[in-house]
């Protein structure tokens, strides 16, 4: 790989690390404000509206500067929003900014790697930042909590700088301090991100051509017989991926008795799990391929259905495990595919914003039907059988309109090469 990979992915980690970081940050800040239980789920809400909402926007936005340049702009207001927490605005509203910035700044740092690498870079390219994505989700978590916790906050707070009163008096105001650290960090990597040569078009200024643009690229990528199957799989996959996190942290404390926080461990395994099946997956799977991978979605819904019968903490870990490789080894080609037809089709900002859009409102879609389930009292394991369910009969549903396409024939040709 050339060296400005490298740079786009330590800017991807410490953004990443900074985001996941400050969740737990803002779930603090709310506990400081006494604020109602339901609200510290809506953290997520305000944070994910963005790409759904912003998506005809920042793929324009993201294709009409070098990427580099987007990225930095989308941690400027990363940085802002977590002022805002920080001098007193509502924690739902400032981390909303802290997800527009992340809206715009995820069509850059996937878009990047097509116009920086050759198509058959494009898998392992995707496994790298995958991996190193679970990497600053699990790390991210950690150093929040520990931001949060007595013993290192009371350190930080005792620090004192003579002359200077800084008005930050509690955990999470010390946390998110310290957070605002790695979004810098990860703006001057931004700064340092070549630039790739590529031509930008100016934004458009009218937002109605920007909806009416991006409502034509949703149906293009959509009508492509290898683009549909590639955002199909990746839309069901986060949607479920979001939902999986909940379902196991309920099914934790029902079925093996843990605490919320015990639970928490599971989601970790199944991160690492998720980082070695990218792993393998960039290592094993060339794009012209990339579809091989669809039964791999299948047996995920079916090994799903298992929890049911598990009783055992280490067979929980080991299911968690599983669920998790087979889950980075199906997105990683199937991301690679999709990000390949976007280029091709729109450019690679666009794409990234359908996908985006996609699913993430299939995570708003998803959690909410959970949220409807668990309101409404179904069982647990009920919820885990239609979860299951629902994923190997949808993945089975797109293998089959794939082999139909392929009897159909004209498929879009992809790079053989090897790249590895």
């Known amino acids: 790989m050339p060296f400005g990979f490298y740079i786009i992915m330590a800017a991807q980690f410490f953004s990443s690390l900074a985001d996941n970081a400050l969740l737990v940050a803002a779930i603090a800040?709310?506990?400081?404000?006494?604020?109602?239980?339901?609200?510290?789920?809506?953290?997520?809400?305000?944070?994910?509206?963005?790409?759904?909402?912003?998506?005809?926007?920042?793929?324009?936005?993201?294709?009409?500067?070098p990427k580099g340049q987007v990225m930095f702009i989308s941690n400027t207001i990363k940085v802002a929003g977590c002022l805002g927490m920080l001098f007193g605005i509502p924690p739902l509203i400032a981390y909303g900014i802290v997800g527009l910035g992340a809206a715009a700044y995820s069509p850059a740092k996937y878009g990047i790697l097509t116009?920086?690498?050759?198509?058959?870079?494009?898998?392992?390219?995707?496994?790298?930042?995958?991996?190193?994505?679970?990497?600053?989700?699990?790390?991210?978590?950690?150093?929040?909590?520990?931001?949060?916790?007595?013993?290192?906050?009371?350190?930080?707070?005792?620090?004192?700088?003579?002359?200077?009163?800084?008005?930050?008096?509690?955990?999470?105001?010390?946390?998110?301090?310290?957070?605002?650290?790695?979004?810098?960090?990860?703006?001057?990597?931004?700064l340092h991100i070549p630039n790739t040569?590529?031509?930008?078009?100016?934004?458009?200024?009218?937002?109605?051509?920007?909806?009416?643009?991006?409502?034509?690229?949703?149906?293009?990528?959509?009508?492509?017989?290898?683009?549909?199957?590639?955002?199909?799989?990746?839309?069901?996959?986060?949607?479920?991926?979001a939902t999986l996190q909940f379902i196991v942290l309920k099914w934790a404390q029902i079925a093996l008795g843990y605490t919320l926080s015990e639970s928490t461990v599971l989601q970790g395994i199944t991160a690492i799990g998720i980082a070695v099946g990218a792993v393998v997956a960039a290592r094993t799977i060339p794009l012209h391929r990339a579809v091989s991978v669809l039964p791999v979605g299948i047996a995920m819904g079916v090994i799903t259905i298992g929890l049911i019968f598990v009783k055992n903490a280490y067979v929980a870990m080991a299911m968690m495990t599983l669920v998790g490789a087979l889950s980075g080894y199906f997105v990683v080609p199937m991301n690679a595919l999709l990000q390949h037809r976007g280029h091709v089709l729109m450019g690679a900002g666009h794409s990234i914003a359908v996908q985006n859009f996609n699913e993430n409102l299939s995570i708003l879609m998803m959690l909410g039907i959970y949220a409807l389930l668990i309101k409404f009292d179904f069982s647990i394991y009920t919820v885990i059988t239609l979860f299951g369910v629902f994923v190997a009969v949808s993945m089975t549903l797109v293998r089959n309109r794939h082999q139909a396409n392929v009897r159909a024939g004209h498929l879009p040709q992809l790079p053989a090469e090897g790249g590895h």
């Open 115 to 190: 116009e920086y690498l050759p198509p058959p870079k494009l898998v392992v390219a995707n496994g790298w930042i995958e991996g190193l994505t679970v990497g600053s989700i699990v790390l991210g978590t950690l150093l929040g909590g520990a931001l949060i916790s007595n013993t290192i906050a009371t350190q930080l707070l005792a620090i004192d700088i003579p002359h200077i009163e800084t008005g930050i008096d509690t955990a999470p105001e010390i946390a998110i301090t310290f957070i605002i650290v790695f979004y810098v960090i990860a703006a001057i990597f931004n």
């Open 29 to 65: 800040t709310l506990a400081t404000l006494n604020s109602p239980a339901w609200l510290t789920p809506m953290l997520k809400l305000f944070f994910t509206i963005s790409y759904v909402v912003l998506a005809p926007f920042v793929g324009a936005f993201a294709d009409a500067l």
């Open 197 to 241: 040569g590529v031509d930008h078009k100016p934004a458009h200024k009218n937002p109605f051509f920007l909806v009416r643009d991006f409502t034509h690229c949703v149906r293009q990528l959509w009508s492509d017989k290898l683009g549909q199957i590639s955002l199909a799989t990746t839309t069901l996959f986060w949607g479920a991926g």
